[in-house]
């Protein structure tokens, strides 16, 4: 089964916002067995809308459009997926009912021509009904494509998505899966890991699809296999990864897609530990990661950001002298910034970084690119010196990948 997904805005294609529709729509296809071969973004224009509608035709099985469907002279995917069919605009009496219940229970008003607009439709549509909001969607079939159409608004487009749009899907496609399998290695480019898999890669089966997704200092390698049995795929699958290299083993973190925080997270979670951060350079990103998860308080206990030379001294209590002697960004005070956190939070491990980021020098002479990232365990503490380049942004990324893989293992040492 083939999908295409069509996203309808002006506003996206000069990045006032960002398009999350067309991520979640192809995850959710995905899941119900379909191959998206295609997203697409068009101008609000009428001749666009239309020539992107007419290319999907007896192409693929089901098109799903966002965007577009309000009540101003800009919405105009209605008007011309109403054309498209040959059909004529009516008045559908529950969308028309449901439009004004809302807006005299939210907003204390009478119903008003621009309004009463929403609840039109195409005469010969399946209407998509929206209770979160005033705009419904529609599903019209033409030819050998099925045409769905959303509204923008993102928990809309997901709620009629989840009510309306799969039980269409499961009753009317047949059933099919996509299995995705993920490795996530750390430390190992994606050119050397290529070499090493590259005999392995060469024997997969056919059917089955390798990616390379690199990122700072990992790279994510996903099998993916289509079918009619889950519990079929799942064993040819998992026939391959017991062929791994042995030199790739040790470089792998996961079978599963998770980040290297939420791997973890979980080791930390296994064994009852808790960790906590004194972040410099990477600016809390490590504490907001480890926040991020509803139950954080069993394994995180606190994250400090000590950003500038005199806060590394006045809130975590590193030594002025280590800071003379050393600079701030050093080994040294990579080590006391560790310990000052372990002890401050009381946690079982602290990872504390320093370092300069760039684009320009701070208080210290080190390189721009420079950072060190100091560990403390409960048997001891140490700090490790990287060059990590530019731009800023990688600096930082990667200090914060290359940290917790170094927790990471002191972890598994346990």
């Given at each position: ?72 002279k800009d919405d105009v995917t209605k008007n011309v997926f109403c054309d498209f ?330």
């Amino acid at each position: 089964m083939k999908a295409s997904i069509v996203t309808i805005g002006d506003e996206i294609l000069i990045g006032q916002i960002v398009d999350t529709n067309s991520a979640y729509l192809a995850k959710e296809l995905d899941k119900l067995g379909f191959d998206v071969i295609e997203i697409i973004t068009v101008s609000d224009k009428r001749e666009t809308i239309e020539a992107v509608l007419q290319k999907q035709l007896s192409i693929v099985d089901l098109v799903i459009i966002t965007g577009g469907l309000g009540p101003t002279k800009d919405d105009v995917t209605k008007n011309v997926f109403c054309d498209f069919f040959g059909d004529t605009l009516v008045e559908d009496e529950r969308v028309l009912n449901h439009v004004s219940e809302m807006l005299e229970r939210l907003f204390k008003r009478p119903l008003s021509p621009i309004n009463r607009q929403q609840a039109l439709v195409p005469s010969k549509a399946n209407v998509l009904f929206n209770k979160v909001g005033t705009a419904p969607g529609m599903l019209m079939c033409k030819e050998n494509t099925a045409f769905i159409s959303l509204p923008g608004v993102p928990f809309e487009m997901k709620t009629i998505f989840k009510d309306e749009v799969v039980p269409f899907i499961e009753k009317t496609f047949q059933k099919s899966f996509n299995l995705h399998k993920t490795i996530i290695t750390y430390g190992l480019g994606e050119s050397l890991l290529a070499e090493l898999l590259e005999e392995w890669e060469d024997n997969l089966p056919q059917n089955i699809k390798l990616a390379y997704l690199p990122s700072a200092g990992s790279v994510r390698l996903r099998l993916s296999i289509q079918g009619d049995s889950k519990e079929f795929l799942e064993q040819v699958v998992d026939n391959q990864l017991k062929m791994l290299p042995q030199t790739v083993i040790p470089y792998v973190r996961a079978y599963e897609d998770l980040s290297l925080g939420e791997i973890v997270i979980r080791e930390l979670e296994n064994r009852e530990k808790t960790i906590s951060f004194a972040e410099s350079c990477t600016g809390g990103k490590l504490s907001t990661m480890f926040n991020e998860k509803p139950g954080s308080s069993s394994y995180f206990k606190g994250g400090i950001v000590t950003y500038s030379t005199q806060s590394k001294i006045d809130l975590l209590g590193v030594n002025q002298a280590t800071i003379d002697k050393y600079s701030v960004v050093s080994e040294k005070v990579a080590i006391e910034m560790a310990m000052k956190a372990k002890e401050r939070f009381k946690s079982d491990y602290a990872i504390a970084t320093t370092g300069n980021a760039g684009p320009t020098k701070g208080d210290s002479p080190a390189e721009i690119g420079t950072v060190y990232i100091g560990i403390a365990t409960p048997e001891k503490v140490f700090a490790k010196k990287y060059q990590f380049g530019q731009p800023r942004e990688k600096v930082i990324n990667s200090a914060v990948s290359k940290g917790l893989d170094l927790i990471y293992n002191e972890i598994l040492e346990k």
